[in-house]
């Protein structure tokens, strides 16, 4: 099992920048995808971004594009998300999500297949 928790939430005026890490407890967390999924008031949960257990493949969600980046350290089990140029439109509270992969180049997309998430951090951004 693995235990998330994220931090680096906050209030950003827009075209600003925030920096989400998320720490993931254990000694396996080289074997877990991970990804970072979002979701506003009133919507669902929306994918963002997806990194492979080896940190070699990525994945954006059309979105965030260009905007955002997905990293990860398995020395240090975390996996970061780099959010500049921030939109007003890209206030929601955001997690971190763990799939266990068999995969170490593949990325996971579908919500559905991840099986350990956070508690979520809220990033809000001013217009």
């Known amino acids: 099992q693995v235990q998330l928790v994220e931090s680096g939430g906050g209030l950003v005026q827009g075209g600003g920048s925030l920096r989400l890490s998320c720490a993931a407890s254990g000694r396996t967390f080289s074997t877990y995808a991970m990804g970072w999924f979002r979701q506003a008031p009133g919507k669902e949960r929306e994918f963002v971004a997806a990194i492979s257990r080896s940190g070699g493949s990525t994945y954006d969600a059309d979105s965030v594009k260009g905007r955002f980046t997905i990293s990860r350290d398995n020395a240090k089990n975390t996996v970061s998300l780099q959010m500049n140029s921030l939109k007003p439109e890209d206030t929601a509270v955001y997690y971190c999500?763990?799939?266990?992969?068999?995969?170490?180049?593949?990325?996971?997309?579908?919500?559905?297949?991840?099986?350990?998430w956070g508690q979520g951090t809220q990033v809000t951004v001013s217009s």
């Open positions: 999500a763990a799939a266990a992969s068999l995969l170490p180049g593949g990325v996971v997309v579908r919500d559905s297949q991840y099986g350990y």
